[in-house]
């Protein structure tokens, strides 16, 4: 029996196409330089202009010595940059410029954005062609190892990667306040997951009691099988208690993405204000999350559709098996979704320089002239970090899907059948293949893995729709 076989050759073949050809076609510079402007900062020459030189006067230093004063009341520090101070009510005008690839290259994190987005895209390339071969020869996933499944996870671990990074970024920063909200993120989360997790299986199904009964079950067997000795096998609380920190975890990471999100739903709805079309999809796409968080509740959803769908000849046009699969189909469309308006987020958030010198203008006083040009620079610096937050959980969410729709496609069979199939087959199968397919049976347990998947799934949904709700209330409370 072929541990690697024709998925390995498809995988590397498709890798390889997609490595050549990343320099030349990327997703993650087609989303940004493809229709994205942002605005350009005022020179120093521009605010002179717009606010005369009588206007301007020279900016005291704490030291003296590392200013030289020049006309017009403008200062030079020994660096040479320019500095004078403007007033705060000045009308100023930013020029609209397109993104060009030349500039996202100083941006910040803009290597890791598009590392993730274009490795997502192979990884879901070579997904498809795998599962086409897979429905094409369907023995191969009964011989071979589940490859699909292991091109998902890799891609799930570094969404996470790159959304726990960028939490560390407010964990390490001067501000004590993001890093307190980080800490009450994971704590009410942690005590939320540890309020579902006791919830029972006939109201929230996700298959966790069952699939980890079958599996310790089956490791039991194998450990038997090999000459072990067992003990009592973990509890189901201490499997649980595991499951909750690291959900407390995910919320964590999770938490400035959901009220990044809030931010750009909110300016997406001001800035199409009289273009309807546009709200209904910008609505559409925030509450999107919750049909399918409700689609796991089994007394709402699927108690409900499957009564509904009953015959006269009492059959069920709408399986338990078709049910759970046209739930992952409605988080696949929230992710379709989410992706469709990338653009109009990421311009959302681009246009808040614009709305930076809009509400300075409504102030008093003077501000100087780095100051001013660092609130419009600064925006479209943060466009890949902004980009990330936006991206990173709808990749997670998307590849979490795939992933239980390859283990839903694979054979599960029994660990007792599985047995007697080796003993029976003895003369065909060498001593280590045996020991190699009950091992791979045991840890690949289809049961455990879609239970896995599908509390994460659900659990990543309600994690991103609760933290961006909170942003939204937050944001219409204080800052509109």
Known sequence: MAILGIQFVISLVVALVMQKLSPHYSLARWIMCNGLFRFLHPSNNTLKALAGRTAIKPQKGKR????????????????????????????VNLEQAKIEEVDLYSQHRYEEYRWLIDFSLCALVVYTCVEIAVLWKKEVRAQEFNLSLVWCLIVVFFAIKELGSLTLVYWRGEDSGERSVCVSFGLFFLILAMGVLVVDESILEFGLESGYEKFVKNLVSCMKKLGFTTGNPPPLWSFKLVLAVISGIVGAIVGFPGIRLANMYLDGLFYHQHEPHW????????????????????PIARANLIQSGKSTANQTWLTDENFAKIRILTVLSVCVLRFFTTREALQSYLNMANDRIRKLRKETGKISNIALQSKVARVFYYLSTVALQYLAPVILILFLSLSWLSVDASPSTPFSGLLNETADNSTNFSEGTEYTLILRRVFTCNDLVKGLVSYFIWWTLVTLFSTSAFGVCYLRTFRR
């Open 279 to 298: 709200q209904v999809i910008l609505h559409a796409s925030f509450f999107s999350p919750l049909i399918p968080i409700v689609a796991w509740c089994r």
């Open 64 to 91: 003296g010595h590392e200013f030289k004063k020049q006309s017009n009341g403008v200062q030079s520090n020994i660096k040479g940059i320019e500095t004078f101070t403007i007033p705060c009510s000045l009308e």
